[in-house]
C-alpha cells in the first residue's frame, strides 16, 4: 500500500534527493505512522479553521 | 512590518497557500503533542504567526517547511511551559482501529500514537517529518534548524526506540511521563532551552 501523500505546498522536489530514507528496512510500525499522519490530513476541516482563514484579513 | 509591504494578490496567494497546508499541519501538530483539541490550538496560533510574518515567506518556496518550523517552535516553547506531555490521541487511533483494514496491520495505532508520545520531543519531530510527512533528512534538517548528521541520529533513536517498544513488545504504561522517559525528555529540553536545535525566524 503506497500512501504517500503527494503535497501540494511546494516540496515536490523531495522524490529522488539524495538522503531521502530508503524505504526498505522498514520496522513493522513504519506504515502505521504515515496511516496516523494521513488520517488526519484527509480529516474535513472543522469550521474554526474556516473562520480563522477569513477573520485573516481583518488582522492587518 | 518594514517597509515590503505585499500586494492584496500576493497576499490572496498567500492566503490559499496557507489554507491548503493546513491538513498537514494539523496532522503534525496532532503527531507531536498528541491530543486533537491541543493541536488544533497550536495550528491556529501558527496560522496566525505565520500571517504576521507573512512578509518573511519567499513565494515559491514550500509554504509547508516554512509553516512547520513555526509550528514546531511554538510546540517547543509550550513544552518548556509544560503542556504537551505525555498526551496522545485517543481518537485518531480508535478511528484507525475501528476503520476496515486495507492489509494486515500487525501494530495497533493506537499502541503507535502512545509509544510516539513516550519519545523525546526532538525525536519525535524527527521521526514525523521523515517517517510520516515525507520530508528527506536534509529538509527535515532545515525544519528543525540543525545539522543533518544529528536529523539521523534522532530518526534512528525514535526509530529503534519505537521497535524495541512495538516490536517487542516491551510498551509502557499509557501516558507514562515518568522514569526514564520523562528524565529524557527533560534532558533534551534542557539542550532546546540552552539554544540547541531551536531556529528562531518567526517571533
Known amino acids: 500500500m503506497e500512501h504517500r501523500k503527494p503535497e501540494k505546498a511546494g516540496n515536490g522536489a523531495t522524490q529522488g534527493m539524495p538522503g531521502k530514507p530508503a524505504d526498505s528496512d522498514k520496522p513493522g510500525w513504519a506504515n502505521g505512522l504515515k496511516q496516523l499522519y494521513n488520517s488526519v490530513v484527509d480529516e474535513p476541516l472543522p469550521e474554526s479553521f474556516k473562520d480563522l482563514i477569513e477573520r485573516l484579513d481583518d488582522a492587518d | 512590518m518594514s517597509g515590503d509591504v505585499r500586494t492584496a494578490a500576493e497576499k490572496a496567494d498567500f492566503k490559499r497557500e496557507l489554507t491548503e497546508v493546513i491538513p498537514h499541519l494539523r496532522a503534525f501538530a496532532r503527531g507531536l503533542c498528541g491530543r486533537p483539541d491541543m493541536a488544533d490550538d497550536l ?3 501558527t496560522m496566525l504567526k505565520a500571517w504576521a510574518a507573512q512578509d518573511r515567506f519567499q513565494p515559491g518556496t514550500s509554504m509547508r517547511a516554512w509553516t512547520f518550523v513555526i509550528l514546531r517552535n511554538a510546540y517547543l516553547t509550550d513544552m518548556r511551559r509544560n503542556r504537551f506531555r505525555g498526551e496522545y490521541d485517543e481518537g485518531v487511533a480508535e478511528r484507525i482501529l475501528n476503520a476496515p483494514a486495507g492489509q494486515e496491520e500487525p501494530i495497533h495505532l493506537a499502541d503507535l500514537q502512545r509509544a510516539l508520545q513516550t519519545l523525546p520531543p526532538e525525536r519525535r519531530e524527527a521521526l514525523l517529518l521523515v517517517g510520516a510527512g ?7 534538517a532545515e525544519i528543525c534548524g540543525c545539522a543533518v548528521g544529528t536529523i ?5 533513536r525514535a526509530r529503534s ?4 517498544m512495538l516490536d517487542e513488545g516491551k510498551l509502557p504504561g499509557r501516558a507514562s511521563t515518568d522514569g526514564d522517559a520523562q528524565q529524557e525528555i527533560l534532558m533534551e529540553l534542557e539542550k532546546v532551552a540552552a539554544g540547541e536545535g531551536q531556529t528562531e525566524p518567526i517571533k
Open chain 2, 43 to 45: 495550528v491556529q496560533e
Open chain 2, 134 to 140: 515525507g520530508f528527506s533528512y536534509e529538509e527535515a
Open chain 2, 152 to 156: 539521523k541520529s534522532r530518526v534512528g
Open chain 2, 161 to 164: 526506540a519505537l521497535t524495541s
